[in-house]
């Protein structure tokens, strides 16, 4: 029986550094919630979903979203067969384990909401007849902030249906070196079922048994309150954002080992979890202020119990 | 007719009384107020503790209103107030230290606050449960069959003590009227020694006693805050702020078993309380030991 920290190891040897991303990977695993990574073309978010998807074995699936995909280039499509003279099936790429949406913010928002409905709901519906995707189900989503030309912003609505977001940066001067001797000769291999689908869907089972105390409760609470009130903040997070920071910081709890989460636990997941939540009044972009700072300070006026 | 309207004067003053006394009042969601002591069964002159636990939503810095019990003929040893805020609530620990002077069986009435009930908006007054406790009597003296012997020695010794003073008083007030009154000096009261400043391993001692007293939320989240004080961070910071501000492992493992003991399930609760007493002993013996040895 495999646990969360051999997938967390596996990933490491084909990551280099990004530690904040590869745990955010995980413990979305865990949690059983979908992920959005946002970063620079080439700083290995698609690496990190392939290394995940390859981690837990089950089907993996890429999508890469442009501006012409359909809705039912995603979710599948009903065809006649001439031979048969009748309807059938065919399921598209939504229908597996792990999914990697590239480049979310490329495809127009019918074939996002498509997405996202499948993400929420965990079926879909095509034609008159309706199918549950397969357990476990996992989105990573990935973004690119700079090319932002003939893309299609996520709306906050749709954007509060990630369980979390991770920011991935540049690799510092010797995580770069490390890359280049890596990757300088060819991909290496991935490490491949590390852990087994039946083997997530226990992790799932037994994070959601985690202990949380009123105390810690209360703090994800706060934390979630504070970033309505919070300066340079339009629209601060939803009631939602306080059940994801509860259900990560079980999550947490449970790949630390522990049987209860604990203030720690809670604070770490929280930039994850509201950065995508929150969005900004003007003054931000008038200002040049750095939104990771606001959510830092939101994170900072809450005193943990 | 007279005495009719002196009756409704008197019932309208104590009507005009209670309105300006709950006016006066403050609005409390009261959660709990429990009193209990660390003992059942004391003897006399042996010290006990009374400890009142008071719990309110509101986010207060005092809570002057609460009304300790009449501690009748115990001498009152000490007497502490430690209050713990937060945005989720105010907890009031009030610890007397009691001495009993008398043997017998003592009620002490339960601890009250009077406030406006937040619930159901009128003045009400929140009692604490009573607490019994038995005063047992001292060590017996048994009475032996030299007790007659004893009181005729002791009467003997008495008169003659009382003969001697007679003879002697007269001869030494003569002698020193003759001798003349020495000068007045003023003596200046004599200073204090400084207390020593108070410490972090004295506040943990303190919350560690208060603790073992009446092991609450509220007495245990004291007892860990002060042992974050004792590493270094303050209030709001969490356990690896802590751990990272202090490279004592004794004090590690203290804070360890605090956080495992605040934020643990409830069946856990037992094990790691004790667990965290033993812990924070080893660091507050520890913490005696001068550095460098």
Known sequence: ?305 | MSLGRAALGLAFAALLTTAAHAASLRTLHVDALSMRADRANVAVGEVFHLAIHIRVRENVAALDELVVPDVGTMKLEGDERHVTSSPAGTDVVETLTLEPTAAGAFTFKGAYLDAVDARTRKPSRFSANPVRVVVGAGAPVTPTMFAPVWRLMLGIILAGSLLLAAVVAPIAVLTMRQRRAPPVVTVPPPVAPAQPPRTPRDDVADALRAYRTAPATSSLMRLRGALFVAAGVNAGATLRDALAATPDRALHAALITAERTAFGPAHERDTSSAELIGATETWLSAALVPSGR
């Not at chain 1, 099936?89 to 384990?97: I, R, S, Y």
């Not at chain 1, 994801?244 to 604070?267: N, Q």
């Not at chain 1, 509201?274 to 939101?298: F, N, Q």
């Open chain 1, 1 to 305: 029986m495999s646990k969360p920290r051999d997938v967390l190891d596996a990933l490491h040897a084909t990551i280099v550094g990004q530690d904040e991303v590869v745990e955010a990977l995980v413990l979305a695993v865990i949690a059983g919630g979908h992920i959005l990574l946002e970063g620079a073309p080439g700083v290995a978010k698609t690496l990190a979903c392939r290394a995940l998807a390859a981690a837990v074995g089950g089907v993996f699936r890429r999508v890469q979203f442009t501006p012409d995909l359909l809705p039912s280039d995603i979710v599948g499509t009903r065809i006649f067969d001439q031979k048969s003279g009748d309807f059938t099936t065919v399921l598209g790429p939504l229908f597996a384990n792990v999914v990697l949406a590239d480049e979310i913010n490329r495809a127009p928002a019918k074939v996002q909401s498509a997405l996202l409905e499948g993400m929420q709901e965990r079926r879909v519906t095509i034609g008159p007849a309706t199918h549950d995707l397969p357990a476990p189900f996992i989105v990573l989503a990935t973004m690119n902030p700079y090319d932002t030309e003939g893309t299609y912003a996520l709306p906050l609505a749709q954007l509060d249906r990630f369980l979390a977001k991770a920011v991935v940066a540049y690799p510092s001067l010797d995580e770069e070196r490390t890359i280049v001797d890596r990757f300088g000769t060819g991909e290496p291999p991935l490490r491949a079922n590390v852990a087994t689908l039946d083997d997530v869907l226990r992790w799932q089972r037994e994070a959601h048994d985690v202990f949380v105390d009123a105390k810690i409760r209360d703090y994800a609470v706060d934390l979630t309150r504070a970033t309505r009130a919070a300066d340079l903040v339009a629209h601060g997070a939803s009631p939602r954002a306080a059940l994801a920071l509860v259900g990560l910081a079980r999550a947490r709890a449970y790949l630390e080992g522990r049987t209860f989460a604990v203030p720690d636990d809670v604070r770490d997941v929280a930039p994850a979890v509201l950065r995508h939540r929150i969005s900004y009044d003007d003054r931000i972009a008038i200002t040049g202020g750095d939104p990771e700072d606001v959510v830092r300070r939101i994170i900072a006026s809450v005193p943990a119990p």
